[in-house]
């Protein structure tokens, strides 16, 4: 009977032992405005985009961000309005993706908690904002950008 009580223990101990921790995944959802005008005010930046990507490649982008602009197109010019890339290293490096809604809301679901580099491409504005995010186990980050129109045309984009 000790023997069978004691196997049982062991095997129970040996089975929580080796269990594997499940971190279930988070969310990103981000509304994305712009200024419109002062009779208008805020409007839905539909068709915006958000990237998410990893840090390392954000750190990166955000050290080479002086010296280009993001178009809402995807591709990057420099400040002679020549086009550098055309949205290749933005396009391909990313992780996760998405476009604003009619609401002007874009949503990531099942991101694996974690630190991560997101940019936001306005499509009613010539500009884009860089942010650096944490996405926790089982929880939703809500995000707000409103692009002004006064930052439109800086090399480093406009702050989150």
Same mark, same amino acid.
């Not at 080796?18 to 988070?26: D, F, N, Q, T, W």
């Not at 926790?136 to 692009?147: A, D, S, Y």
């Given at each position: 009977?000790? +023997?069978?009580?004691f ?11 080796? &269990? ?6 988070g ?6 405005t712009?200024?419109?005008n002062? #009779? @208008?005010?805020y409007?839905n930046d539909?068709?915006a +985009?958000?990237?998410? *990507?990893?840090?390392?490649?954000? &750190? ?9 602009? #993001?178009a809402?197109?995807?591709?990057? *010019?420099?400040?002679?309005? &020549?086009?550098?890339? +055309? ?6 490096? *990313? $992780?996760? !993706?998405a476009?604003?809604? /009619?609401?002007?809301v874009?949503?990531?679901g ?8 997101? $940019?936001? /491409?306005?499509?009613?504005? @010539?500009?884009y904002? !860089? +942010? ?7 929880? !939703? $980050?809500?995000? !707000? &950008?409103? @692009?002004? *129109?006064? @930052?439109?045309?800086?090399p ?5």
């Amino acid at each position: 009977m000790r +023997k069978i009580t004691f196997s049982i223990i062991l095997v129970a101990t040996l089975f929580s032992a080796c &269990k594997k921790e499940l971190k279930e995944p988070g969310a990103i959802e981000v509304t994305i405005t712009y200024f419109y005008n002062n #009779f @208008f005010g805020y409007r839905n930046d539909v068709g915006a +985009k958000i990237f998410v *990507y990893d840090p390392a490649v954000g &750190k990166q982008m955000h050290l080479d961000s002086m010296s280009v602009i #993001f178009a809402r197109i995807g591709a990057i *010019y420099d400040r002679n309005g &020549k086009i550098i890339d +055309k949205g290749e290293f933005l396009e391909t490096r *990313y $992780l996760f !993706t998405a476009e604003a809604n /009619a609401s002007g809301v874009a949503h990531i679901g099942n991101v694996p908690p974690g630190k991560y580099f997101i $940019l936001a /491409a306005s499509k009613g504005r @010539f500009t884009y904002s !860089t +942010k650096n995010i944490e996405v926790l186990p089982g929880e !939703t $980050l809500h995000l !707000t &950008k409103n @692009f002004g *129109y006064l @930052f439109e045309w800086l090399p480093q984009g406009e702050s989150w």
